[in-house]
Nanobody
């Protein structure tokens, strides 16, 4: 069983920043691609950003230029720096282990509890 532990969520005002973290067992982390998803009320789960084993990154259009995904293979930690937050960024953020084919991230069926981000205007 793969354990994913997300942290860093908070309630903030629009325009502020947050940094999310996700811890994964290092032996799992270093051989897989990783991603952040978010789940918002009334919306389907959305892929926010992904990072491959080769550190190539991809972002959803809605966050490009404001969010930055990174990975620390030594520590087994995935991060998401979120700047200039907007109310529409509100949701539960979950990290994911998976693979990337033709720049498309496919998650494996391992999910943590997520961390809540609430952005008020």
């Amino acid at each position: 069983q793969v354990q994913l532990v997300e942290s860093g969520g908070d309630s903030v005002q629009a325009g502020q920043s947050l940094r999310l973290s996700c811890s994964v067992a290092r032996n799992i982390f270093v051989v897989n691609s990783m991603a952040w998803y978010r789940r918002s009320p009334g919306k389907e789960r959305e892929l926010v950003a992904s990072i491959g084993k080769d550190f190539v990154v991809n972002y959803a259009d809605s966050v490009r230029g404001r969010f930055r995904i990174s990975r620390d293979n030594n520590k087994g930690v995935l991060s998401l720096q979120m700047d200039n937050l907007r109310p529409e960024d509100t949701g539960t953020y979950l990290c994911s282990v998976g693979s990337i084919t033709d720049r498309q991230f496919e998650p494996y069926n391992y999910w943590g509890q997520g961390t809540q981000v609430t952005v008020s205007s």
